[in-house]
């Protein structure tokens, strides 16, 4: 069903709700994007969903969508809202089901001369070494109470357990490790669930890619990530927290939809679920989404060293002389507390992003030193068959976004319409013809995600660019897949 809502057009890549549109909005609802997509973002109720957060007690300046804006559980997804620690809120359905689902890349020494004929080789042992697919188990055994270290020390419980390099750490937001997580609050069914799923990859939109550069934007700052030239083999790594973040958001969707009326709070959708940030049940939530986000950025780290591992055993060489280096990790699903200035003043602020990307400016104190010349990396994942982009963080999204920019291209098709609409189809066939060998636990996640199921990533990315709240430093092609 088309939204009818009433959208205003500030610049080639801004359109306003303005707060008028609807009654009790606190504030007005802004989605980046150009006028070529808006059409298609108007498809669903997603900007009604921008409308809806924009009504929330304690916003901070605009409900936020990005130009990957679909339809969510209560924010729309590519939703971007901050909320004062004092008079906010926080809501599980402006962080999702799958905590920090996020993306890492790492760059290589290889060209792809080098492994052309090897792909095939490299995918299949990525797919023997990793799990995947629905409900998948991993090669790591461990029990209740080492779960809960994995909880409060993220990657960093992982790398302790000599799962990747020391260096690895300082390549990833929040260093692997979100503060403030208490796993005591985290249910046994969560705990349950999380405890064999730790090293898998998940099924859904979640993949590994072997990638080759394919266009660099801005050289000098490619070469500060370890982007060398046109040709070069990345590889990169999408997945998020599994059934322990699914069980996370379900428990506290309950419990925070009990206590909305206890609070006061009129939400005009009850997927907004929500409570005050300095409430019991609100400061619980963030405890426990925590320990997801951590489960995740361990999760992650476990990957990449059997991506390496991977790598290892089919070309015969070490990762280290490999070039098999971390360029960057980022969580697309998350609330976090930051530092942020309006007018004059700087406050302390739950900064939701759910299908967004934190992307701060070069200088920021949360940027790597690695990386405080040009700013903070920015993975953008395509699908299969589309590109993936590196861009940076800007001062203006600092500004603007509260230090955020898009995720990925966003779906235009639900999953049951791309299963109808490609029933009979041999994906994996149509992406070998493309030079692209995928590998997947089923031949239905395919079609769920075939690239024509996404906006153009291309356009997408170019709108944040455009818009300046990120900037593009290179641009990758998919050259072998694994699908969970």
Known sequence: MEWKG????????????????????????LI???????????????????????????IVGCAMAMPDIHWGYGFPIGGVAAFDTKSGIISPGGVGYDINCGVRLLRT???????????????????????????????????????????????????????????DIEKIEERGALAGANPDRIS??????GRPQLGTLGAGNHFLEIQIVEDIYDRESAAILGIDDVGQITVMIHTGSRGLGYQVCDDNVKVLGRVTQKYGIHIPDRQLACAPIESPEGKSYF??????????????QCIMHWVREAFERV???????LGMRLIYDVAHNIAKFEEHTIGDTTRRLCVHRKGATRAFFAGHKDVPEVYKKIGQPVLIPGDMGTHSYLLLGTEKAMKETFGSTCHGAGRVLSRTKALQQTRGRRVDKELAEKGIFVMSASSEVLREEVPEAYKDIDVVVDAVHQA?????VARMRPLGVVKG
């Not at 070309?315 to 002389?321: P, T, V, Y």
């Open 468 to 472: 300046g709240i990120s900037k593009k």
């Open 32 to 58: 980046f994007a150009s006028e070529k997509m808006i059409s298609k973002i108007k498809k669903d109720q997603a900007p009604e969903q921008v409308a809806n957060v924009a009504t929330l007690p304690g």
């Open 109 to 167: 020494d290889l060209a792809h001369e080098e492994i052309r004929n090897k792909i095939k080789d490299l995918v299949r042992s990525l797919f023997s070494n990793i799990p995947s697919g629905v409900g998948s188990k991993g090669k790591i055994r461990i029990d209740e109470r080492e779960v809960k270290e994995v909880l409060v020390h993220g990657a960093q419980w992982a790398l302790k357990k000599g799962f990747g390099w020391k260096e």
């Open 6 to 29: 009433e959208l205003i057009k500030v610049d080639n890549y801004r359109y306003k709700i303005p707060k008028s549109y609807k009654a009790g909005m606190r504030t007005d609802g």
């Open 287 to 300: 405890e426990q989404m925590a320990c997801a986000a951590n489960y995740a950025w361990a999760n992650r």
């Open 315 to 321: 070309l015969g060489k070490k990762a280290e002389d």
């Open 188 to 193: 046994s069914r969560a705990l349950t669930r």
